[in-house]
């Protein structure tokens, strides 16, 4: 039984994907690196800048990537016009496992400035206890982000899940000894997440919750 949820938010809860691969592969072009395939920008969805972009530009100085992750979030912030949107049913799902006595947390590859812009965009403050971004601590698949989380709410590994889109989501539950519950509708593909050893994969959010809600959570400190 399951008392602490802790979500990934690009590729999870948002459809964010085509904004974040447009502007990794324009920050690309302003810099004047190599441009990565959409399949290869989507691919490190997850990670932290630093890390992901190492992983993109191989061939980059590093000022090169310090310049390259600058106007990432320039793209990201102030030029890119692509629509992101929640995926279906993910207000209501929230709400559902609030309702039904569970912590919800965050652990995503966002800084903080942009994991606060979200959370005011579609107020969902009161939804989660906790957040741990990128910048705040080490990158996935690193487990620090789950653990710093778990001390924060005083939940052990074996009452808590991670629910993310990437193998990178997947590692890091491991790694932080809890289990977790891949989605094939964001990133990675299912066959990937599996191989993560996820503990099942959904391929929507409504079937999140329906699973989560089948008798596997309990109320935290009932």
Same mark, same amino acid.
């Given at each position: ?9 690009d590729?999870?809860l948002i ?5 974040i ?7 690309a ?8 395939s ?9 990670l932290?800048?630093?890390?992901a ?13 310090i310049?390259?992750?600058?106007r ?14 929640l995926f279906?049913?993910v207000?209501e799902?929230?709400t559902? =496992?609030n309702? @039904?006595? *569970? ?9 903080? &400035? /942009? ?19 990128a ?8 487990p620090?982000?789950?653990e710093?989380?778990?001390e ?5 590994p074996?009452k ?18 809890m ?13 990937? =997440?599996?191989? @993560?050893? *996820? ?6 959010f409504?079937g999140? &919750? /329906? ?6 959570i ?5």
């Amino acid at each position: 039984m399951y008392q602490l949820v802790i979500f990934d938010w690009d590729g999870t809860l948002i459809d964010s994907a085509q904004k974040i691969s447009n502007c990794i592969r324009a920050a690309a072009v302003d810099v004047g690196l190599n441009v990565p395939s959409h399949q290869d920008a989507q691919s490190i969805i997850g990670l932290s800048l630093d890390v992901a972009m190492k992983i993109l530009f191989p061939e980059a100085s590093n000022n090169q990537l310090i310049d390259v992750i600058e106007r990432y979030k320039y793209q990201f912030v102030t030029l890119d016009e692509t629509q992101q949107e929640l995926f279906i049913g993910v207000e209501e799902g929230l709400t559902k =496992l609030n309702e @039904a006595g *569970a912590l919800l947390a965050i652990a995503t590859g966002k800084s903080r &400035v /942009g994991m606060n812009r979200v959370f005011a965009k579609y107020g969902f403050e009161n939804q989660f206890v906790a957040s741990r971004c990128a910048d705040e601590t080490r990158s996935k698949p690193h487990p620090l982000m789950l653990e710093e989380i778990l001390e924060f709410t005083s939940i052990s590994p074996h009452k808590s899940i991670m629910v993310g889109d990437t193998s990178y989501d997947m590692e890091m539950a491991e790694n932080a000894k809890m289990h977790g519950l891949g989605v094939s509708y964001g990133v990675h593909s299912e066959t990937t =997440l599996q191989n @993560a050893n *996820a503990v099942d994969v959904l391929n929507s959010f409504n079937g999140v &919750v /329906g699973w989560l809600l089948d008798g596997r959570i309990s109320k935290a400190f009932s």
